[in-house]
T-cell receptor
Framework: KAGVTQTPRYLIKTRGQQVTLSCSPISGHRSVSWYQQTPGQGLQFLFEYFSETQRNKGNFPGRFSGRQFSNSRSEMNVSTLELGDSALYLC??????????????FGEGSRLTVL | AQSVTQLDSHVSVSEGTPVLLRCNYSSSYSPSLFWYVQHPNKGLQLLLKYTSAATLVKGINGFEAEFKKSETSFHLTKPSAHMSDAAEYFCVVSESSGTYKYIFGTGTRLKVLA
């Protein structure tokens, strides 16, 4: 069974640009959530999608957005990049069904560097 | 409101000695508690989870944790550290009230000395 796949793994952008990150969850997992990880702030929740609908949202500005497709794949977009957006962006999927144990399955992340 | 506190940001142990990583939580409801491990440039991997069954939870790689409601603690232990245990460890609390919301601790970096 394939794990959570995130692409790209590494990318470099400049201030003011925008970026789109992709996440393919484990087959059958309909919940996808996104986290930002930085040395200073740790792991911070961005948003969660379930069946193409945003279900939860963290405290991030509107420059951060996401969406989920009918096949459960998800993308997140950051517009007008700032230096502080440099981080490891982690995607996690979950199986929210009767067998749900609450476990999150993480991808290896997309490391974004903003110059 | 939920919160989680990892009491040590760094822990160093010698190989073969016990590991103790401390975690305290706060939750208004019956929480689910997790420990995750993250190796450099990798995603997080679940070590173990507590979801209101047995209070002593055994996980992978010889780790275990005990849920102590009276102390609101969920400390992670391992009897004998191995070099491969060097990583960052995250304690996570969640209220399983339909839609899970997860709160991550700030992490404990474990260093294992030869």
């Amino acid at each position: 069974k394939a794990g959570v796949t995130q692409t790209p793994r590494y990318l470099i952008k400049t201030r003011g640009q925008q970026v789109t990150l992709s996440c393919s969850p484990i087959s059958g997992h309909r919940s996808v959530s996104w986290y930002q990880q930085t040395p200073g702030q740790g792991l911070q929740f961005l948003f969660e999608y379930f069946s193409e609908t945003q279900r939860n949202k963290g405290n991030f500005p509107g420059r951060f957005s996401g969406r989920q497709f009918s096949n459960s794949r998800s993308e997140m977009n950051v517009s007008t990049l700032e230096l502080g957006d440099s981080a490891l962006y982690l995607c996690a999927s979950r199986y929210p069904g009767t067998r749900d144990t609450g476990e999150l399955f993480f991808g290896e992340g997309s490391r974004l560097t903003v110059l | 409101a939920q919160s989680v506190t990892q009491l040590d940001s760094h822990v160093s142990v010698s190989e073969g000695t016990p590991v103790l990583l401390r975690c305290n939580y706060s939750s208004s409801y019956s929480p689910s508690l997790f420990w995750y491990v993250q190796h450099p440039n990798k995603g997080l991997q679940l070590l173990l989870k507590y979801t209101s069954a047995a209070t002593l939870v055994k996980g992978i790689n010889g780790f275990e944790a005990e849920f102590k409601k009276s102390e609101t603690s969920f400390h992670l232990t391992k009897p004998s550290a191995h070099m491969s245990d060097a990583a960052e460890y995250f304690c996570v609390v969640s209220e399983s009230s339909g839609t899970y919301k997860y709160i991550f601790g700030t992490g404990t970096r474990l260093k294992v000395l030869a």
